[in-house]
């Protein structure tokens, strides 16, 4: 069977798997739809919550940019774990404590307001909305070249698939689902990253791999070590040297920061934490998740090395002059039909080359543009392995773009119909009527979603990169002072919400859709990017919190008892298990 039929097996078989899960597990209750029950196992949850969490961004294009950017890429590496030692430590056991379904209803009764709620709900949405654009680009580019159809078409399809499991069963439906979709996607990027570690380093394990010799034509150690490879390659195609780093220090730091405090802050991920039976799970779950998450992480440099390597040999040939267009690998001529890859001839020598494209040599004046997303799910064809490890990586591809899709459409829907309709426009509602609007609000955000699939406004981790920094400028300051701060009220909370959000994202808009030209280290608030405004706009939160807290009036006496309880881990009830 061809590379085709086994997609369109191994892909099919795992829609059938989630598809028959969200059947099984139909969420009959808004507490079965919202956290499950609360009854999952914490082993269970921190699977489910490492999917949950590794999205398209992390499967997709995480490994594109270490490849692309080499040493500035870790930022990403960094960030996004070490938010999930935060998460564990300083909120994950406080809000299972607390027992509440969703952010936005703790930040509504810890800072006794309806308002505080309704700014927690819109900057809910408004992050959730700004990560699933990142999601719906991945599903449409891994059906573009997998299931070749258009990439529209490959955001419709994903989007039927997960409006049925999500609008279907809920949170109770989604945890399973992405438990064997955390199944899928690890195998599937562990597989070709084993298979390159073993084949140019003779190691099984990527991670030594890594930073082992490469072997020569006769399977012995070259001398070469990987990474001076890279090196070397990228310095004689004019990149700079791949260990190298080309941001300021400020400016690392308030990515990793940004990412860090994003993803203690992120909705979906923190709803996942309801859902296990005591305080104690929580933090158990939180230690499940990280080490189901640094299996993937700790391989996405091994990977992006080896990638990078057989990237620019299998394009420029083994004499680094270029490859004649006709004698081309088939993996160029496959992805040229999604459209992100380009080769322009410039110099007309009818030969395809990778470089800057401002050196000297002639042959480098062909420029060949590679999108940075593709370098996961092309590796399997660049290095030439079976045809089941491409479709493999497929299904693996669309598993993390799907299971976080699904996570952040439960926070939308759950937002409007528990939040905003039950908890403040519509609090006699039923349980039914509620759980009707849940899954109606599902239904519209999914449509959205698919807008922003179509329309994508950036490349995956970029666009979820500033998701990250929404979520530590917003909410990710009001729910840490909620929990440590008895003194914090609701004026000071909703101040420092309100002008976090809207510092960050008015300068994320300027410089990536007002005026991108201008989006350059120069004209850059102390030299900090988009990327890293986040960590600027949380500064600006807790500040301005602070400050209007002092002139406003005191806590009451009921809500520091209730914040003073929350600190102390026993005493919360045990959950229904299903």
């Known amino acids: 069977m061809g590379v085709q039929g086994l997609t ?25 739809f919202y956290v499950a029950g609360g009854g999952v ?20 294009s995480l490994a594109g940019i270490v490849s692309f950017v080499g040493y ?3 930022v990403y590496l960094m960030g996004w ?25 703790f930040l509504g009764e810890r800072y006794y307001s309806q308002a505080a709620r309704t700014v927690a709900v819109i900057c809910a949405i408004f992050i959730c909305f700004t990560y699933i654009a990142g999601q719906m680009r991945g599903v449409g580019v891994v059906f573009s070249r997998f299931l070749e159809v258009e990439v529209d078409t490959g955001v419709y399809i994903g989007m039927a698939v997960v409006f049925f499991y999500s609008v279907l069963g809920g949170m109770k439906g989604i945890t399973y689902t992405q438990v064997a979709q955390y199944c899928v996607l690890i195998f599937a990027f562990m597989v070709p990253a084993i298979f390159l570690s073993v084949m140019m380093t003779g190691h099984i394990i990527p991670q030594i791999g890594f930073g082992a010799q490469l072997l020569d034509a006769a399977g012995n150690n070259s001398g070469v070590y990987l990474l001076d490879k890279l090196n070397n390659l990228s310095v004689d195609l004019g990149f700079a040297p791949y260990t190298d780093g080309s941001k300021s220090m400020l400016d690392v730091f308030c990515i990793t920061g940004a990412l860090m405090v994003g993803t203690a802050g992120l909705p979906h991920v923190i709803v996942r934490f309801f859902t296990v039976p005591k305080v104690k799970d929580a933090r158990v779950s939180a230690g499940w998740a990280l080490v189901f998450i640094a299996i993937m992480y700790t391989t996405v440099p091994a990977l992006a090395a080896f990638s990078r390597v057989n990237m620019i040999e299998t394009i420029n040939g083994s004499d680094q002059k270029g490859v004649a267009y006709e004698t081309a690998p088939n993996w160029i001529k496959n992805w040229e039909k999604t459209g992100l890859i380009k080769w322009d001839d410039k110099n007309g020598d009818g030969k395809i080359y990778y470089s800057t494209g401002k050196m000297e040599d002639a042959a480098s004046t062909n420029e060949m543009k590679i999108d940075n997303d593709i370098i996961v799910l092309a590796t399997p064809e660049i290095a030439n392995l079976p045809a089941w490890v491409i479709a493999l990586v497929a299904a693996g591809g669309l598993a993390a773009a799907l299971s976080t899709s699904a996570g952040l459409l439960l926070v939308i829907s759950t937002s409007v119909s528990h939040d905003l309709l039950k908890k403040n426009l519509m609090p006699n509602i039923s349980d039914k009527k509620e759980l009707m609007y849940a899954r109606l609000a599902a239904g519209i955000g999914i449509v959205i979603a698919g807008y922003f699939g179509v329309n994508p406004p950036g490349f995956v981790a970029a666009v979820v990169a500033f998701a990250f920094g929404l979520a530590a400028s917003s909410l990710f300051p009001a729910i840490i002072m909620g929990i440590f701060s008895k003194t914090m009220n609701k004026e000071g909370a909703i101040a420092g919400m309100i002008l976090g959000l809207f510092f960050t994202s008015g300068y ?7 005026d991108p030209t201008a989006n350059v280290p120069a004209n850059w608030f102390l030299g900090i990017s988009p990327e890293g405004i986040g960590m600027v706009g949380m500064v600006v939160n807790f500040v301005v919190a602070a400050i209007v807290s002092k002139v406003t009036a005191a806590t009451p006496a009921h809500v520091q008892e209730m914040v003073e309880s929350i600190r102390f881990p026993k005493g919360a009830g045990e959950a229904s298990d299903h």
């Open 508 to 514: 994320i808009v300027y410089f990536k859709f007002i």
């Open 72 to 74: 500035d890429g870790s």
């Open 41 to 60: 196992h914490p082993v269970v949850n921190g699977m489910a919550t490492a999917a949950d969490w590794m999205s398209a961004a992390s499967f997709i």
């Open 8 to 32: 369109y097996l191994i892909v099919g078989l795992s829609f059938a798997l989630y598809i028959g899960i969200a059947i099984w597990s139909r969420a009959g209750s808004t507490k079965e």
């Open 81 to 105: 774990t070490g938010g999930y030692v935060l998460l564990a430590l300083c909120m994950a056991p406080y809000l299972r404590k607390f027992g509440k379904f969703t952010v936005p209803d």
